[in-house]
């Protein structure tokens, strides 16, 4: 029985022919995205922003009447709750964020949350109310600050670990990328605004691990390539790199589209930003380690003599009285 295989063996795809114009178009893509956040924000969750969590049992009833809720809260006129299964079907949590002011009078966090409670208990009698928990702005922002710091700290990380492990200029291509992909993304909550959370934090960081895995995979065959084939072109021997690793790109990331694809169009709601941050983050994730972490090593001027070892100067003595023995 012969093999299916999406990516023909004898595949030469020129890839660096085009890798200006999509240089130039990733830039201005990132330039926009960047322009979205500073101008329009992000629509910051109440993790980042402050509020308040109803945590409530329903105990004559075997699941929570999760769309009901929403719409009756909602109707409240204090934005829309985000609701979650905590623990049994029948009980789960009520976020909403901090009303306009609460900052500087805390009844009004208060007031909402009489009413918020006082509409669950009209409206479903069996429902219990086991607690209600507050997240103060100044908590938040210490969130919002810590989750940033570890995006950086993460990127900035990866990139020492490929500076040590091949060169300083792969260092500088893999954090190219990762800015790329993270920026494009945040790109897309602020045009969206959709809600970012931690999440979303989570699904950056992740998409930043497949994104290294993917480019670390085109780097180490880079490098193999370099050794081996000292006189190519470079661009011609990154288009042999990438077209040898293509199989495996491709087939990695139709997996997890699949998956993805499927959470997007079945999966519940309160997760929705998650699953659309990561499925943007395979498509641009490969894009840029394809066009944006391959040819900036041409413009880095990586050449065939990027992993010969430098001889010393005993080296060369040591050479020279061998050739003339």
């Not at 809260?73 to 964020?97: C, H, T, V, W």
């Not at 670390?216 to 077209?243: A, C, G, Q, T």
């Not at 900036?296 to 061998?322: C, G, H, Y």
């Amino acid at each position: 029985m012969k093999l299916l295989k999406l990516v023909p063996d004898n595949t030469n795809i020129r890839f660096l022919r085009w890798r200006v114009p999509f240089y130039v178009i990733s830039l201005l893509l990132m330039a926009a995205s960047l322009t979205l956040v500073f101008t329009k924000g992000l629509n910051l969750g109440v993790d980042f922003v402050g509020g308040q969590m109803i945590r409530t049992t329903f105990t004559q009833s075997a699941a929570a009447p999760v769309a009901e809720l929403r719409e009756q809260i909602g109707a409240l006129g204090y934005g829309d709750p985000i609701i979650q299964q905590f623990g049994k079907p029948n009980e789960i949590s009520i976020r909403m964020r901090l009303p306009e002011g609460a900052a500087a009078d805390p009844e009004l966090s208060d007031a909402m949350t009489q009413r918020i409670t006082a509409t669950l208990k009209s409206a479903h009698p069996d429902v219990r109310i086991d607690g209600v928990d507050s997240v103060s702005g100044k908590v938040s922002g210490e969130l919002f600050r810590t989750g940033m710091t570890a995006l950086l700290a993460a990127m900035i990380a990866i990139s020492i670990y490929i500076w040590i492990r091949f060169e300083w200029q792969f260092g500088v291509g893999a954090l190219f990328a990762l800015v790329h992909d993270v920026t494009l993304t945040l790109g897309l909550f602020a045009v969206t605004q959709m809600e970012f959370d931690l999440n979303i934090v989570a699904a950056i960081l992740t998409l930043i691990g497949y994104s290294l895995n993917d480019t670390i995979v085109i780097y180490d065959r880079i490098r193999e390539n370099l050794k081996k084939y000292r006189r190519m072109p470079l661009p011609e021997l990154l288009d042999l790199s990438v077209n040898e690793t293509l199989s495996r790109t491709i087939v990695t990331s139709t997996s997890l589209l699949i998956t993805l694809l499927a959470l997007l169009v079945f999966g519940p709601d309160v997760i929705f930003g998650f699953t659309a941050a990561i499925t943007l983050g395979i498509f641009v994730g490969t894009y840029s380690s394809v066009y944006m972490s391959a040819p900036i090593l041409i413009w880095l001027k990586v050449t065939s003599r990027s992993f010969v070892p430098t001889e010393s100067a005993v080296d060369k003595q040591e050479a020279a009285a061998r050739a003339q023995g």
